[in-house]
């Protein structure tokens, strides 16, 4: 008989025994091209294409599902003997087995996917929430990205079916393989941060944490996570991601067929197919828990790293879970006390390892020659109102003489003994002259805090630290203006937009430290995108007096104060710490109401806003008491409320 | 001809066959003999290709038991066969079709109807006797030229075991089926075998060592 007739029937036969998974993914893809077609589901805005796209969340969903079904469920034959029997005694090659049970899984998943895809995507054409030109690739791309990641999700539970030998193990398997890597790279990224005080990142770990990490590949790959934030699909932005997700999705088929041909069909008495996969999972399994022992017991160091908690997290921790790995992978409770030899080289990996963190702990600690260093980026993660720190490390470069200055004044300051009570952390990056980056995390006395206005005031700092410095137009915005207590919308043109923004910019470039330090802001300005862009906002200080003046022109009486509303009462609650071991307990202690004028007078003048205090660690304040001030907005009709710390 | 090498097979530390070597020309129907655990099982399936041997080589007619073209020539069939659950005789020999140039359905349909057998109803409300008729049907029209039988004769009522015995006695004169039968019967082997062996602790007993070990 012809082999391609043989192997024809082999696909057919394989289809009739996966009847049941072929109605389910047509069955739940045609339901969501159902529910994604409906117009409800489908909001406005420029964004609807990417519900085409790869990120769309709810086919992601039904990607890993399937992915792990189907992975699952390819070599059923495997489970009983007489079907093992049956199907090895066939005229066919393990190969040739193979192929069909794979190449099965993909036309089951991939056609009615695919199909409902572009009929998803024929629906929103003629319903008008896409157009085709701007979405084709989206929906191209959305095809295929969560085809390779099924055949990736695929690959990963095949292996852990054709490793392990019961249903248990499987699962245990396939939860390793998918959590391991991402949990093993945060327990390395928490060790170098204890055992390096200047650690901060390494980019080495942040790739392997984006690449190695399945979920994380997966997410990346098909941009589930922006997709979520509502920005667009970009082909650039996901394509190392897209070609590294093929090469896992080839190599795992590849490692399953070679496993599943010389896997052995006979079943045993072990948790896994092979001594060597047994071997590895065990070693994995208690490296990733003791080092979380080690991680776990520097709780009582308070902040350090001590060796002597890590000595002991060792020597008690790996002979009980040495133990317990014994009974898992025994099932036995007996073997508790077994596989001596093993426990020894347990205790050697594990000093081995402490030893390679303490070498890349110090390693790390090390930093370059100023001539080695090309631009630096420094974020003080105190001062909040200027946004987030990864953007800002990696928008800002400080370079030249500014560079030169700060290299000096963080070389100063860091690890800089003293009997200050209070420390800030400093981040630091350094792109380096030979294409690498370097990060440190310092610690700087709150006696030393004055000196960052150096850094403060370069223009390279601001225009990294602060968004709304870094607009490129304010053509697609529109301007709100809060003081915590009232808000407006300002109905401006472009052109008065733009003298608003240029005034702000100009007064937060002038702005030095210790004006920020010294004063709460007492505004805010919100530049909302009507293009779905991102909105991007700033706090106004009393000294900003050009905006002050703009604002006013409008009719906004931005500088006024708490105490310039007719305030009803504050409330006074003092809350008192109690120190714990671990934890400190904060309870209200007692509660006043002012009522009379003079006092809420005087205390109001003191008073600011608590939603503009999010730089509060940077001013003293007093944090142990709340203020609830409740006044009577403009119109005096109403009586509102605001939250408000005292400074000192 | 079925050419078996110094084949060991273990299970972790247990030895189930033990350097085993044997010829069975064609045309040959060749009984084995065993206690249980004897490896006479495990056996069959090294030869189906099923299992893989630790050491030493199966060859028919000179190819290896796992190739394709090997396999295309052996019908295995294990003591315990998996059907579907909605399986009915009919869509065991339209299974089998697929795989086997030589399957006659008209054959397969005329022992069916021999062993009075509805070719439409569910296997599982068959009893065990009757389902294994229906394997041996499939067997015998696979056309194959070898066939591995595991415990054939278990759950056959006397009658039907005659038959049996004709129908493969008929197939090994006829067009020459080299058959392997495993089985306790000793007597249904005695009547139907040319040729015996016995395996005995992973090895291959000669009829006076057997006796001798009787």
Excluded at chain 1, 188 to 208: D, G, K, N, T, W
Excluded at chain 1, 438 to 458: E, H, N, S, T, V
Excluded at chain 2, 41 to 57: C, N
Aim: charged share 20%; hydrophobic share 45%; proline share 3%.
């Amino acid at each position: 008989m012809d082999g391609m007739k043989r192997f024809t029937g082999l696909l057919r036969e394989d289809l009739k025994r996966k009847l049941g998974m072929i109605a389910a993914a047509w069955y739940s893809m045609g339901m969501l091209c159902l529910v994604f077609s409906m117009k409800a589901t489908v909001p406005t805005g420029e964004v609807r294409s990417l519900y085409v796209g790869p990120g769309n969340t709810s086919f992601f969903a039904v990607m890993v599902l399937f992915g792990i079904l189907m992975g699952a469920d390819a070599f059923r034959f495997l489970r009983s003997e007489s079907e093992t029997d049956l199907y090895f005694g066939l005229p066919f090659t393990r190969p040739q087995l193979f192929a069909a049970g794979w190449a099965n899984n993909l036309l089951i998943f991939a056609v009615p996917f695919t199909v409902c895809r572009l009929l998803f995507f024929q629906i929103s054409l003629a319903m008008g929430y896409s157009r085709y030109e701007e979405s084709i690739l989206s929906v191209w791309m959305g095809c295929l990205v969560p085809i390779l990641g099924f055949l990736f999700m695929m690959g990963l539970a095949m292996l852990a079916y054709l490793l392990a030998q019961n249903t248990g193990c499987r699962i245990g398997l396939l939860a390793l393989f998918l959590l391991g890597p991402a949990v093993g790279m945060r327990l390395v990224e928490r060790l170098l941060e204890m055992m390096a005080p200047s650690f901060y990142r390494s980019e080495v770990l942040e790739i392997m944490k984006e690449y190695l990490s399945p979920l994380s590949l997966l997410l990346r790959a098909t941009g589930v996570q922006e997709y979520a934030d509502g920005s667009c699909w970009l082909l650039q932005e996901h394509l190392s991601y897209i070609l590294v997700l093929e090469g896992a999705a080839v190599f795992l088929s590849v490692m399953c067929l070679v496993i599943f041909c010389i896997r052995p069909a006979e079943r045993t008495n072990r948790m896994f197919t092979f001594r060597s996969a047994e071997y590895l999972v065990r070693y994995v399994c208690l490296v990733l828990a003791a080092l979380w022992l080690v991680k776990g017991l520097q709780v009582f160091a308070l902040g350090g790293f001590s060796t002597a908690l890590a000595g002991i997290a060792v020597l008690f921790g790996v002979p009980v879970l040495h133990g317990l790995l014994n009974m898992v992978l025994a099932f036995d409770a007996r073997k508790f006390v077994s596989a001596k030899w093993h426990l020894l080289m347990e205790f050697c990996v594990m000093l081995l390892l402490l030893v390679v963190f303490s070498a890349l702990g110090s390693r790390g600690g090390r930093m370059p020659a100023v001539e080695e260093i090309e631009s630096a980026a420094v974020v003080l993660p105190a001062l909040a109102s200027g946004g987030d720190r990864e953007q800002a490390l990696s928008r800002m470069k400080i370079e030249g003489d500014g560079l030169a200055d700060t290299y000096v004044w963080i070389q100063e300051v860091c690890g800089k003994k003293s009997d200050a009570d209070d420390f800030y952390d400093i981040l630091v990056k350094y792109n380096l002259k030979n294409g690498r980056t370097a990060y440190y995390k310092c610690q700087l006395p709150a006696d030393a805090l004055d000196g960052f206005d150096d850094i403060y005031r370069q223009e390279a700092y601001k225009k990294g630290t602060y968004d709304i410095l870094c607009l490129d137009s304010v053509k697609y915005y529109e301007i709100h203006w809060t003081n915590g207590m009232e808000q407006y919308t300002l109905d401006l043109n472009e052109q008065e937009r733009q003298a608003l923004w240029e005034a702000y910019c100009k007064d937060l470039d002038r702005m030095t430290f210790a004006e920020l330090r010294a004063e709460a802001p007492i505004g805010q300005l919100t530049f909302a995108s009507t293009k779905n862009q991102g909105d991007v906002s700033g706090y106004i200080y009393p000294g900003f007096s050009k905006t002050l003046a703009i604002l006013s022109h409008y009719g906004i009486h931005a500088g006024k104060k708490i105490s310039d509303y007719e305030i009803t009462e504050i409330v006074v609650a003092r809350y008192m710490m109690q120190d714990g071991l671990l934890y400190n307990v904060r309870y209200l202690a007692a509660q006043d109401t002012v009522r009379e004028p003079e006092k809420i007078m005087e205390l109001s003048k003191t008073l600011a806003i608590e939603e503009f205090c999010v730089d509060e660690q940077l001013y003293l304040k007093d944090r142990n008491t709340e203020y609830m001030v409740s006044y009577r907005d403009s119109t005096g009709q109403t009586v509102r409320r605001v939250k408000c710390w005292k400074r000192i | 001809m079925i050419e078996i090498c110094n084949v060991t097979k273990r299970f972790g530390k247990f030895v189930c066959l033990d350097q085993v070597s044997l010829e069975i020309p064609d045309g040959m129907v060749y009984g084995l003999v065993g206690e249980n655990g004897a490896g006479k099982s495990t056996l069959l399936r090294l030869i189906a290709g099923v299992y893989r041997a630790d050491a030493g080589e199966i060859r028919i007619d000179g190819r290896r038991a796992s190739a394709v073209a090997a396999k295309q020539e052996v019908f295995y069939m294990p003591d315990r066969q998996y059907y579907d659950r909605n399986a009915t005789p009919l869509t065991v020999g339209s299974f089998y079709r697929n795989f086997y140039a030589g399957f006659s359905m008209e054959d397969y349909r005329g022992l069916l109807e021999m062993f009075e057998l509805e070719e439409n109803a569910l296997l599982d409300s068959f009893s065990k006797g009757m389902k294994k008729q229906v394997f041996i049907a499939a067997a015998l029209c696979t056309n194959t030229r070898y066939l591995l039988c595991d415990e054939v004769f278990d759950g056959l009522d006397p009658q039907i075991r005659r038959v049996v015995n004709d129908l493969l006695l008929g197939a090994a004169e006829g067009r020459k089926l080299t058959i392997l039968i495993v089985s306790h019967y000793l007597e249904e082997l005695n009547k139907i075998c040319g040729h015996k062996g016995y395996l005995h602790r992973g090895r291959i007993l000669t009829e006076p060592e057997w006796q001798e070990l009787l």
